[in-house]
């Protein structure tokens, strides 16, 4: 969704801020804008599309400055143009505003600042709040709780604002001052020597400062080059904690790969190494989590666990319910976070509440989340950016530990996921009827699963001819049964999001229900035939389409014999534990996606219309 920075120190603002923008370009952007205060009035420098033409423009203007904001816009209320793009100038000239969210009764505070005589040159809420801070300005000479002046009118314009909101604000009157604040969009605070940064995500910062503060929903912060005072709404004080960020900007960098999307996919061994450091009990028997912040007795009470999430972390906690099923026997139940928020779904006394999500802030999960905690459930999350929202407002949970995720296409983030519930579910099954040396024996495989990545991982160049040779398809399908169901949903969600083609996953044995109908020469079928107890039934779904003249690729195991001439392309993965299976079967369908996507031309890290984190509902 739309990125926001804001910079006050000594060093040129333009470049930093025009810096943080491409790094948060991956967040999914339409057009950005940079606005600098220049002898008493604002610059502002805004354009359509990447930050590059908002960096040309900035330059052609000749903008200047140790002081300014900058905003990459992913557009809600109006179109797509020069004049919707953030930062917005009130119609007296005295506020510049960015923001992230969605204002739902700015409708009627325009009509107020109609009457009021301020005038609008966009189609866009953000205007509408920009303008009322500038009311609020002009009305409140003098504080009355030893605010500046400008805080107060922010504070005041935020009492009689529904929506959410992340804002960066800057006032004629105030140079060298930032007012910010949030409810429902990330801001983070970055503290550096003689210099001060807000931003909506840490990499726009790290490269700066690792000493961050994350602002809360409700509270307003006051920054200068050397100073920064956070109160609330109703104007309490809040004694800030600065936390330390822990990885570089150089996690954060493409280092020799073309895309952000490939170094994540060959990451994903050390990423799994990360996800899985220091978390099996010392006697090798089971799995170890710090911060679930439940005992193991309130854990062996449980008899349901419920998931919740979007997109393809939903995919991960549909495995992670199959083998919590299979190896702990508590029914798990998993819904899209934003069904679930509106569903009322039944939950029971002794339910657990988990929600999976790598960025912490998609707003859906959030909101899931919090209707579980209203109905007096715990809530555990399972989560990639420390800090983030869901992190906080969750009674506990699992850092998945994978470092920056950059790619929109999700990809290590979703194995470190595939991994953690796959612990869990050791977890939960040795608190039940698993015993110690079946505990033993699948510590051992989860340990190994790095190597069996990085052994997939050999598959590369051969999966990419492959890809030569389906590129031009326009629809594919991904069948795949028991746990690797949700993995062939994935396959069809990373080929879709990432290349456009059409593609949809079933399991397997449903194709013939209905998307056979969709088979033809056409119509290329990516199927995982593992060499397990199904094995012989898979062959005979892809006995069904070969029948009908579809393509197949087959993903199959070291030890799957598959009758001769059956696939038109086969991959080979090695053969592991059922518990790490998903998690190498997902290897393959991330580099098919991949490097179909690179041979079609795509924007493979920033694919149209997508958001790496999706903070509107
Ligand atoms: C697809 C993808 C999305 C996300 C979804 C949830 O590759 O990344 O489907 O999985 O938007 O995002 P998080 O996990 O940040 O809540």
């Excluded at 029948?547 to 087959?554: D, F, Y």
Aim: proline share 4%; with cysteine; glycine share 8%.
């Amino acid at each position: 969704m739309c990125g926001i920075v804001g910079y006050v120190g000594k060093q040129k603002a333009v470049p930093l801020i025009i810096e943080g923008l491409k790094r948060l370009e991956y967040r999914g952007y339409d057009s950005a804008g940079v606005a600098v205060l220049h002898n008493g009035a604002f610059e502002v420098a805004k354009k359509i599309g990447r930050v590059t033409n908002v960096e040309l423009q900035a330059a052609k203007q000749k903008l200047s400055g140790t002081y300014g904001i900058g905003h990459t816009r992913w557009a809600t209320h109006g179109g797509v143009t020069d004049e919707n793009a953030h930062p917005h100038v009130s119609s007296d000239g005295r506020i510049a505003l960015i923001h992230n969210g969605v204002i739902e009764n700015y409708a009627q505070i325009k009509r107020f600042l109609l009457s009021k005589n301020y005038t609008f040159k966009s189609e866009t809420d953000t205007e509408v709040l920009c303008n009322l801070v500038a009311y609020h300005y002009a009305k409140e000479p003098v504080a009355t709780n030893g605010d500046s002046r400008f805080v107060e009118s922010v504070r005041k314009t935020l009492r009689h604002t529904e929506g959410t909101y992340g804002i960066v604000i800057m006032a004629t009157d105030a140079p060298g001052e930032l007012v910010t604040a949030r409810k429902g969009s990330p801001l983070i605070l970055g503290l550096g020597d003689g210099e001060s940064l807000v931003a909506s995500d840490v990499s726009a910062i790290v490269s700066r400062t690792q000493s961050v503060v994350y602002l809360k929903d409700g509270e307003i912060a006051h920054l200068t080059a050397n100073s920064f005072a956070i109160t609330t709404l109703d104007a309490g004080t809040v004694e800030p904690v600065v936390d330390k960020v822990t990885w570089s900007i150089t996690d954060a960098d493409m280092g020799s790969h073309s895309h952000f999307m490939e170094k994540e996919i060959f990451e994903q061994p050390t990423a799994l190494e990360n996800a899985m450091r220091g978390r099996f009990s010392e006697d090798g028997s089971t799995a170890n989590f710090g911060g679930l912040n439940i005992s193991a007795n309130e854990f062996r009470g449980v008899d349901r666990l419920m998931f919740c999430a979007c997109g393809t972390a939903l995919h991960a906690c549909m495995v992670t319910e199959h083998l919590i099923e299979r190896f702990a026997r508590i029914p798990v139940e998993c819904d899209y976070a934003s069904e679930f928020r509106y569903r009322n779904t039944p939950l029971f006394r002794n339910s657990l509440f988990f929600v999976m999500s790598q960025s912490g802030e998609t707003i859906d999960t959030l909101a899931a989340l919090r209707e579980a905690k209203r109905k007096g459930y715990k809530v555990l999350a399972i989560n990639n950016v420390v800090g983030s929202t869901i992190a906080r407002e969750a009674d506990g949970g699992i850092y998945q530990h994978v470092g920056p995720e950059v790619g929109v296409a999700s990809t290590k983030a979703f194995t470190s996921q595939l991994l953690i519930g796959a612990m869990l579910a050791l977890y939960l099954a040795r608190m039940r009827d698993m015993s110690f040396s079946d505990g033993t024996q699948m510590v051992q495989a989860l340990k190994g699963t790095p190597d069996l990545v990085r052994k997939a991982l050999l598959q590369a160049p051969h999966i990419q001819n492959i890809a030569k040779r389906y590129a031009k398809a326009t629809d594919m399908l991904f069948l795949g049964r028991l746990s690797l169901f949700p993995i062939a949903l994935e396959g069809a969600l990373k080929l879709k999001e990432i290349s456009y083609i059409h593609a949809e996953g079933y399991p397997a044995a449903e194709m013939k229900h209905g998307p056979i109908a969709l088979i033809s020469e056409q119509c290329p079928s990516v199927f995982f035939a593992p060499n397990n107890e199904i094995f012989n039934k898979v062959v005979s779904s892809m006995q069904e389409i070969k029948a009908r003249k579809g393509p197949i690729i087959a993903i199959i195991t070291e030890k799957a014999e598959l009758p001769a001439g059956l696939a038109d392309e086969v991959i080979v993965i090695p053969e592991c534990h059922e518990a790490v299976l998903p998690i190498v079967a997902s290897i393959p369908v991330q580099l098919l996606s991949y490097y179909i996507a690179v041979e079609r031309g795509c924007d493979v890290d920033k694919p149209r219309n997508l958001a790496k984190s999706v903070t509107v509902e």
